[in-house]
């Protein structure tokens, strides 16, 4: 039978050279392995890491060297870090922090990701949870002692801070999603006003054709990049006029459909003959707009700006003005990254707020402290889902069968 013999005794967390082969000779690499004793492992159980070559056959090899033995078998999707949780090295709210990480494509996801993972949120909702489940306490201790204990007015102070920090939670949360994937940036504007040039001297390449005819671009043209740190999917498109037809019609219909759907509208307008009438209803379409007033080069005097819209003066022909504008976009998606991002989290974190909206309406209404008591425990068990406490199986399913093969 195959074996993995290593060159020396395994110390705990101590990486060792091995090989991994026939004992007869035959090997097929060469391997590092470490032994990571429970329960100061990833999982908390003893488990022993092995690195080969990143070769795929070689990989099947060694695999199959230890399938062989009958001792072992493949591991689930996320099982690795569905054991951890289970084993207490990690809440919940973690574990999928490790599945974002792993799934992010953006470095801004990247980040938020990894502050999940910190533990900052678990911290967060902890505190919550336990200041609720405080409250509970104290009011079904009342009835046991029949003594006079706190009323409608006490429970709404001391609900109402908590409600305010799930407020504070969820704000940008419907931003956040987007953020982990990437802004998705459209730069849009009439025919010829100089979109490719602005994109290709946006993204330092000539990646999209310049031509002085009208209609150059018809199909939409996709580059990432990231500035000072936030992730943008700029798109180049066709010109928007409202005579075309033909193919150029089409290129245009793609346009409008770019600009309802993106993050970021960056609008270019030839500085000479700034927004048209028509246009403004373009602008409004996207939920951020920033007009890029180009060929500033060939402009005597100022540009006019458009009220109610950030607006940089760039030309796209001399770089003039494109850190700047690069800047501006930045800077209009780089404050605190919101640090619930993920789609369970907001479900959860709402959930919590109608409970905590539904006691303070029955202190409004003079009911007693019991019924209060009902939804703040409620509440408090929407956040303790969110840790992973008291779960069901089938939300451990849904979580980990996500994740990727070996995590
Ligand atoms: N002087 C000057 N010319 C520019 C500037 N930006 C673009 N141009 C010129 O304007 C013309 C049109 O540029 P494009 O980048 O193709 O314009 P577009 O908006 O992508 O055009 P369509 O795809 O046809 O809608 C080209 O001849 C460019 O060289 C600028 O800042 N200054
Ligand atoms: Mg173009």
């Avoid at 082969?21 to 092995?50: A, C, K, N, W």
């Avoid at 990701?113 to 336990?130: I, M, N, T």
């Avoid at 290129?251 to 770019?258: N, P």
Wanted: charged fraction near 25%; aromatic fraction near 4%; hydrophobic fraction near 40%.
């Amino acid at each position: 039978m195959g074996r993995i013999t290593p060159h020396a005794r395994l110390e705990p967390h101590v990486q060792v050279p091995a090989l991994a082969g026939e004992p007869s000779g035959s090997f097929i690499d060469q391997v590092m392995v470490v032994f990571h004793p429970g329960p100061r492992s990833y999982t908390g159980e003893d488990l022993v890491e092995i690195s080969c070559h990143g070769n795929p056959l070689v990989v099947d090899g060694i695999l199959g060297l230890i399938g062989a033995t009958g001792l072992a078998r493949l591991a689930h999707r996320g099982e690795f870090t569905r054991r951890a949780f289970l084993n207490r090295k990690m809440d919940l709210l973690q574990a999928e922090a490790v599945g974002a990480l792993i799934g992010s494509t953006s470095a801004t996801g990247c980040d938020m990701a990894r502050s999940l993972l910190k533990g900052e949120l678990s911290h967060r909702v902890g505190v919550l949870r336990d200041a609720l489940a405080g409250i509970t306490a104290e009011i079904e201790s009342t009835f046991i002692t029949e003594e006079e204990g706190v009323d409608a007015l006490d429970i709404r102070e001391r609900i109402l801070p908590v409600k305010t920090a799930i407020d504070s939670l969820l704000e940008g949360a419907q931003e956040s999603a987007r953020l982990y994937a990437g802004i998705s940036t459209t730069i849009a504007g009439a025919p010829n006003v100089g979109k490719s040039s602005l994109f290709n001297a946006i993204i330092g390449s000539d990646r999209a054709i310049v031509h002085h005819e009208e209609g150059t671009t018809r199909d939409v043209i996709r580059e990432h990049l990231i500035i000072e740190g936030v992730d943008f999917i700029f798109h180049d498109t066709a010109g928007i006029r409202e005579t075309a037809s033909g193919p150029e019609q089409m290129g245009i219909e793609k346009t409008m459909e770019a600009l309802a759907s993106c993050d970021l509208l960056i609008y270019v307008v030839d500085a000479r003959r700034g927004v048209a009438p028509f246009e403004r209803r373009w602008l409004s379409q996207a939920r951020r707009t920033i007009i890029a007033m180009n060929k500033i080069d060939l402009l005597e005097g100022e540009p006019v700006c458009e009220s109610g819209y950030e607006t940089v003066p760039v030309s796209a022909r001399l770089g003039t003005g494109v850190r700047d504008l690069m800047t501006a976009m930045a800077r209009a998606f780089s404050q605190d990254r919101p640090r619930v991002f993920l789609d369970r989290h907001i479900l959860l974190l709402r959930k919590a707020r109608r409970s905590l909206d539904s006691c303070l309406a029955a202190a409004r209404e003079g009911l007693t402290p019991d019924v209060m008591a009902m939804d703040i425990r409620q509440a408090a068990q929407e956040l303790s889902l969110m840790t992973g406490e008291n779960l069901e199986g089938d939300i451990l399913e849904q979580v980990f069968s996500r994740f990727c093969v070996g995590k």
